[in-house]
Nanobody, 124 residues
Framework: VQLQASGGGLVQAGGSLRLSCAAA????????MGWFRQAPGKDREFVAS????????DYADSVKDRFTISRDNAENMVYLQMNSLKPEDTAVYYC??????????????????WGQGTQVTVSS
């Protein structure tokens, strides 16, 4: 599967953005999808994951109650709604996919496919 992330940009602290990830290829509904981010000088870190049906989600503690991951299997899309953004959310955000009907996945190394990343910058 090929992934294309979009929706990043510059926003003031407290604002919102919605990231989108379009998947090209067959069997999208059989993939667990995830969002990761990498800030300058830091390792890439887990943000959120959603299982194949959308019935299970998982979030990093740092974004819980502010970010929401969702998916539309009919449109081969996954989204990350980001509210109450903080300067520390500034990073390049990546969507990722792993083909499994299992639960959500928070480990970077378990993902097989990655999008190109979209920059999110939150100003104070």
């Amino acid at each position: 599967v090929q992934l294309q992330a979009s929706g990043g940009g510059l926003v003031q602290a407290g604002g919102s953005l919605r990231l989108s990830c379009a998947a090209a290829g067959r069997g999208f509904s059989s993939y667990v999808m995830g969002w990761f981010r990498q800030a300058p000088g830091k390792d890439r870190e887990f943000v959120a994951s959603i299982n194949w049906s959308g019935g299970k989600t998982d979030y990093a503690d740092s974004v819980k109650d502010r970010f929401t991951i969702s998916r539309d299997n009919a449109e081969n899309m996954v989204y990350l709604q980001m509210n109450s953004l903080k300067p520390e959310d500034t990073a390049v955000y990546y969507c990722a996919a792993v083909q499994t009907f299992g639960n959500v996945v928070s480990t970077e190394s378990q993902y097989h496919y990655w999008g190109q990343g979209t920059q999110v910058t939150v100003s104070s």
